[in-house]
């Protein structure tokens, strides 16, 4: 398939600074394979199995969520207003182990569409049964880096580390990392058990890192340090890897996720609401802490938004540092596109250049929260919405566009019958 993409603005998300350009964008199967103003004819040679007419607006790489658990759609505004052991404990695990491996299967596919709808190429997914999940996205076409779930409940450090080996490079919209839930859900034996896996394997580590207050203060009654020292001590960040949420570190932490190569993954919608704190953002963005966003899942948050996500991102920063200039938007882009396709491990998504993956987003420039365009970044950040998601493309096949006005998803199923599905299941397990 070979498409063309011309008369747009396109920012290509290749450096430090914004690359804004005016031209074409050319795609063959899964690939980008050119970017420029398209006036040389030897750039327009061949046939084109589509061509698509930008009409001046923008073009660039997709939203990569780098947190999340998408079956969580079953509970979305089911169990609000709690704080997060009592979310846990009592809204969400009793829940969970209701679910069966057919209900996780088609409760991710909610969770497809709307990251599409907000022009989110690929997410980096924590959640039981990863096959389950790792075939509904790749039949609906969407990409996904899997992470291991696991805790003293279910899963295990061996399979963590089969699914490691097993969902790696049979799938080219699927991958895996290692994982595991958290410091506080593992036994000390575990956790010894995940560092040997991350040396066997030379391999970064993904886990819940420093999200509350308790998460840290009960750490520090089992070992005496933090979760960030304990972990890194251990030699599960030999590797590198990244912690998610990352709201409560101590400047030693900071020092330590420097060091290790740790990398943090904000979730400012789920922090907020359910009180767990602000991020110290500003701190880690000085000491080159790299950072992405995710939005957490669909219980906690509850919308998978990278819009919002990025406004609360520097907005809360601003608050949380008393300046106005603190974590500016340009930034933040980074995080939620470029950054996010390195810290998971999809190095080929990150930017607009050719070679580099076809996952690409339209963002409708002509709708008055966009206009003036005096600063597109500022505009997409501060203003910006998934009503100006115009189109989703992932791995070179436009899954999601609205170039009719209307929302019109391709990806081989009636979005109604699975809301349908879902319905059924969520009355199933919550009894409502």
Known sequence: MRIRFYNAKILTMRGDVPEL??????????????????????????????EIDCNGNLLMPGFKDAHTHSPMTFLRSSADDLP??????????????????????????IAVLEYLTGGITSVMEMYMEPYEIADAFS?????????????????????????????????????????FHAEYTNSKEHLLAYADIAKRQKAPVFVH?????????????????????????????????????????SREDMEIAKEKHIAVVTNPGSNTKLASGIAPISDYLKLGIPVAIGTDGPASNNCLDMFREMF??????????????????????????????????????????????????????????????????????????????????????????????????????DPEEIYARCNAIKTRILGK
């Open 84 to 109: 997060l052991q009592d979310w846990l404990n009592n809204q969400v695990f009793p829940f969970e182990a209701k679910l069966t491996p057919e209900d996780i299967h088609e409760l991710c596919k």
């Open 312 to 413: 609360l991102v520097t907005g809360l920063a601003k608050l949380r540092e008393n300046n106005a200039a603190a974590v500016p938007a340009y930034e933040v882009l980074k995080m939620a596109t470029t950054n996010g396709a390195r810290i998971m491990r999809t190095p080929d998504c990150d930017c607009i250049d050719p070679g580099k993956q076809a996952d690409l987003i339209l963002i409708d420039l002509h709708q008055p929260n966009m206009q003036p365009v005096n600063n597109i970044p500022c505009n997409l950040v501060y203003s910006g919405s998934k009503e100006n998601v115009i189109m989703t493309m992932v791995a070179g096949k436009i899954l999601y566009d609205r170039f009719d006005g209307k929302m019109n998803f391709h990806v081989g199923e």
């Open 139 to 179: 039949k609906m076409g969407m990409r996904i880096v899997l992470v291991g779930a696991a805790n003293d409940f279910s899963q295990s450090p061996e399979y963590v580390e089969t699914m490691y080996r097993e969902l790696n490079g049979k799938d080219p919209l699927v991958s895996c990392e290692l994982g």
């Open 209 to 249: 890192l420093a999200e509350t207050k308790a998460e840290v203060e009960g750490c520090m009654e089992r070992y005496g340090k933090s979760p960030v020292a304990v972990l890194s001590e251990m030699g599960i960040f030999n590797y590198g890897g990244a912690g998610y949420h990352m709201v409560h570190l």
């Open 21 to 50: 350009l005016t031209g074409e964008v050319f795609t063959q199967d899964d690939r980008i394979i050119y970017v420029g103003d398209g006036k040389g004819e030897e750039k327009c040679e061949g046939h084109f199995d589509q």
